[in-house]
């Protein structure tokens, strides 16, 4: 039986809500609802995740530190906003990258199926 390295942890694919997560705040900033409507705009509203599984994510990705929490200046209502971490942007760039090997493979296996 194979075991586990923390190297190999760190390089298991994204959950696809974690994904839309950190695609939702690569270029600014977001609050929890406007997290939600990122990724329903990303996803042209095939991804909704509900509140309990954005925040549960949320809390994970911060333990993790791979986002962090600050207060917005401009808002009076003190809602907490996410931004990205360097780890958070590294991880980021290391799926996305994953990802276009993936589709680079399966494109060059598809062609060499084609008739």
């Known amino acids: ?5 923390d190297k190999h942890i760190e390089s ?4 696809e809500p974690v994904l ?5 705040l690569a ?12 990724i329903d705009k990303m996803s042209q509203g095939r991804v909704q995740l ?11 990705l911060l ?3 791979w986002i962090e929490r600050f207060s917005e200046n401009d808002n009076s209502r ?15 760039q290391h799926e996305v990258h994953r990802l276009k090997h993936l ?9 060499r199926g084609a008739v």
Do not use: C, F, N, W
């Open 12 to 15: 298991l694919p994204l959950s």
């Open 63 to 65: 333990e993790d530190g």
């Open 20 to 24: 839309m997560i950190l695609l939702g």
């Open 50 to 60: 509900s509140t309990g599984t954005l925040y549960g994510a949320l809390h994970r």
């Open 103 to 111: 589709t680079r493979l399966a494109s060059t296996r598809v062609a």
């Open 27 to 38: 270029d600014q900033p977001r609050h929890g609802y406007a997290i939600l409507q990122e």
């Open 78 to 92: 003190g809602k907490q906003a996410y931004r990205l971490t360097q780890l958070g942007h590294r991880k980021l």
């Open 1 to 5: 039986m194979r075991h586990v390295t």
